[in-house]
């Protein structure tokens, strides 16, 4: 039995769903609600005490880390395998999970909280912000203290689109030789690669490969023409379509 805890929006989540689809698993959904903090209450703590989306929970061991979680996938369910056999081609694969996990992944949450949950702080004084700021929280609680009520500033902005341009010439060199990430077969590295190119662009930033990086946007239509690509992109999971897409920098 696969239980999975995740949330509509999140990209970890979002690439946890995806490696399930395309290894065509079925697993009991469970949502936590980010808004309302579920993912900090003792009874999650108790399965992730991280304190993050995604959770997978097989029988009775939790496994955690959402790159983790969808080697672990790889590893027990053999059938579809998204890890090629020669270990070059698979360290390959993990060098690129290592680098989309340093860089893109915490890259794209400096314009996902200033385009689109900002809002949560509407409202708030100076005093109740800094407790959100300050919250019990294992993980990320510096992300967050890096922040105004105004969101993150234009030297933060900057270095994360610099982050994500980067990001976009890694894939362009590497998609010479594709048509995807790793070579010529769907991978690991393009799994977790589609939430954080899909939040670009549900952003309204796609012009951050549209002109010097094209291939990455042939692969990111390669990707979405793949059936899993629905599965775990359900109405619903895209940013833009539960929040307002605002500007990248308040005024």
């Given at each position: 039995?696969?239980?999975?805890?995740?949330?509509?929006?999140s990209t970890c989540?979002?690439?946890?769903?995806?490696a399930l689809a395309e290894k065509g698993l079925e697993y009991e959904s469970v949502i936590v609600d980010l808004a309302n903090k579920a993912h900090l209450t003792p009874e999650y703590l108790a399965i992730n005490p991280n304190g993050v989306v995604p959770t997978l929970v097989h029988d009775d061991a939790s496994i955690t880390d959402s790159s983790v979680i969808v080697e672990y996938i790889d590893e027990v369910f053999a059938d579809h395998p998204l890890v090629p056999k020669d270990p070059v081609a698979?360290?390959?694969?993990?060098?690129?999970?290592?680098?989309?996990?340093?860089?893109?992944?915490?890259?794209?949450?400096?314009?996902?909280?200033?385009?689109?949950?900002?809002?949560?702080?509407d409202g708030l004084t100076n005093e109740e912000f800094a407790d959100q700021q300050a919250g019990p929280r294992p993980l990320r609680k510096h992300f967050y203290l890096k922040m105004s009520k105004d969101g993150f500033g234009s030297d933060?902005?900057?270095?994360?689109?610099?982050?994500?341009?980067?990001t976009c010439g890694r894939m362009q060199?590497?998609?010479?030789?594709?048509?995807?990430?790793?070579?010529?077969?769907?991978?690991?590295?393009?799994v977790v690669a589609a939430p954080l190119i899909d939040r670009i662009d549900d952003l309204g930033m796609s012009d951050i490969w549209a002109e010097e990086f094209p291939l990455v946007g042939v692969w990111f239509a390669q990707l979405k023409a793949r059936p899993s690509y629905d599965v775990a992109m359900y109405k619903g999971a895209r940013l833009s379509e539960t929040h307002a897409i605002s500007d990248l920098i308040k005024n």
């Open positions: 039995m696969l239980k999975l805890y995740h949330a509509h929006h989540s979002q690439k946890v769903r995806l698979r360290a390959r694969v993990r060098a690129w999970m290592r680098f989309l996990e340093e860089v893109p992944t915490y890259a794209v949450r400096v314009p996902s909280f200033n385009k689109a949950f900002l809002n949560r702080f933060a902005v900057q270095e994360s689109i610099d982050q994500m341009k980067l060199r590497a998609l010479e030789n594709g048509p995807w990430l790793a070579g010529q077969d769907f991978s690991l590295a393009d």
